[in-house]
């Protein structure tokens, strides 16, 4: 029987593209096609969230950002205003408070307009086996990716109607 090892964490400088490689990286998608378009990412200061919010700012789209560190939220947006020319918004808050996300959508649709395109990014997990989980950690997941990606589509939604 082999027993896994674990691994430290991940760094930034361990995966992933630069801001500059983000801002200049070859796509597929004409420059102008999300133009006139508002998209709201959630965990949008790091990683997938991050480069799709560098991507859809270059493609001409709104951009509005949250996660729970506004330090990186604050930091992919300067970059963003830096290396691409887009302004994009962005907002602390956690998904899982239904409060918090009704915030976000009013903040949203007052700065920006509306909103077009919702990306249901933000999630977590912790780094380790399930069969090692503690009931708390499993609720913290549990509530952060089903019910903070169901307040969000239903805030949103309820924003369409």
Known sequence: MSVAKSRPPMRD?????????????PTVFRSDLLEGQVIVISGGGSGLGKAMAFLTA????????????????KATSDAIREHVGADVAYHAMTIRDPGAVEELMEITWSRL???????????GQFPQSAIEFSDKGWNAVIDTNLNGTWYMMQRAARLWQ
């Not at 400088?13 to 990286?25: F, H, I, N, Q």
């Not at 270059?58 to 939220?73: D, K, N, P, T, Y």
């Not at 307009?113 to 999630?123: P, R, S």
């Open 13 to 25: 400088k361990d995966y992933g593209m630069s801001d500059a490689e983000l801002a200049a990286s």
């Open 58 to 73: 270059r493609l001409g789209a709104r951009v509005m950002i949250c996660g729970r560190r506004e330090e990186r939220l």
């Open 113 to 123: 307009g509306g909103l077009d395109v919702l990306v249901n990014n933000g999630g």
